[in-house]
């Protein structure tokens, strides 16, 4: 439906977005995801249209090459900024009509994504009364007042306390019923949670892409978490010796074990640990994570 194609930025001669290529599907949810400074905010900027780029291009399925794509998208900022004197359905009726609605299609709109994002209850309350997730649900409002096609989130819920964030993030997984959703985030749980697609960026240049699935289907392995009463060098150097055991890392919550056969992995550990008598404190087997999946991107 959304397709980007070598998309460059530059400020001062340096790039802070890097040829990035990459297509959207109808009514999915895709995570933009990268660490702060990535260049995931001026990305957004340029597909809707506030930012001009130094190269690359825009189009959407239906509209002339060329064309003006604002219509087709609806936008919220990190930081969004609102009239506090204005009520929050006078605050939707005024942007509505900036989208070139009448005054009475503005407030019927109003109305309905009131209700739709979940304040319906305090449309008339002045806005610099609302709380963190009110706001952020009222951006959301305002973004799909002239119903886009698809909505652009920048960092939704980086800034709300965790009642608010949970809130936006269940109306953001509910938002695909209606629209395309793109949102960039550095929180890999938030992305994990309600994402159907990955665009992992660093460094303006997008690493990995593709849905969900098929990254974890890449990516994702088996693991085994130890944890002793005393650690010593010599264990990580004998774990990394025992059959089906790969890549062999320490923190300090313990031992790491990627592992290529979980049961031959198991066994050896164990019988290890009985011969050496270590004071082992915790064994556990588990997956490898969306955060395990990004450091490996990255770290390439």
């Known amino acids: ?23 959207l599907e109808k009514g999915n949810c895709v995570a933009l995801l990268g660490a702060n400074g990535a260049g995931k905010t001026t990305t957004l900027r340029m597909l809707s249209g506030l930012l001009k780029p130094n190269g690359g291009s825009i189009t959407f399925e239906g509209a002339e090459p060329g064309a003006d794509i604002r219509s087709y998208i609806g936008y919220l900022p990190q930081y969004p900024v609102f009239h506090s004197w204005m009520t929050g359905k006078e605050f939707l009726v005024y942007v509505g009509q900036l989208a070139h609605l009448t005054k009475q299609e503005a407030t019927e ?14 449309g008339n309350q002045k806005v610099g ?38 809130e ?14 793109l949102f960039s985030t550095h929180i890999l749980t938030d992305a994990e949670e309600i994402s159907d697609a990955l665009l992992v ?38 774990l990394k010796a025992l059959p089906g055991i790969g890549e062999v890392t320490a923190n300090r919550d313990g031992i790491i074990c990627l592992v290529d056969d979980t049961e031959q992995a198991r066994q050896a550990i164990l ?14 087997v588990s997956k490898t994570t969306l955060e395990d999946m990004f450091m490996e991107v990255v770290n390439k």
């Open 1 to 23: 439906m959304f397709h980007v194609q070598n998309l460059t930025k530059k400020f001062d001669r340096t790039a802070v977005v890097k040829d990035i290529s990459f297509s």
């Open 201 to 238: 960026m660093h460094h303006g240049e997008i690493l990995e892409q593709g849905s969900l699935a098929s990254l974890r289907d890449k990516y994702q392995s088996a693991k085994i978490e130890l944890a002793f009463k005393t650690f010593e060098e010599e264990q990580l150097e004998a």
């Open 129 to 166: 009364k609302y709380s963190g997730g009110m706001k952020q649900r009222l951006g959301i409002a305002q973004a799909m007042i002239h119903k886009p096609k698809m909505i652009m989130l920048d960092e939704p819920v980086s800034s709300l306390d965790p009642i608010g964030r949970r």
């Open 168 to 181: 936006v993030l269940t109306l953001m997984e509910e938002l695909k019923e209606d629209t395309t959703v």
């Open 109 to 122: 709109r109003a109305e309905y994504y009131l209700e739709r994002v979940g304040i319906a209850n305090v």
């Open 271 to 284: 019988t290890k640990v009985t011969q050496e008598n270590w004071a082992l404190t915790d064994f556990s």
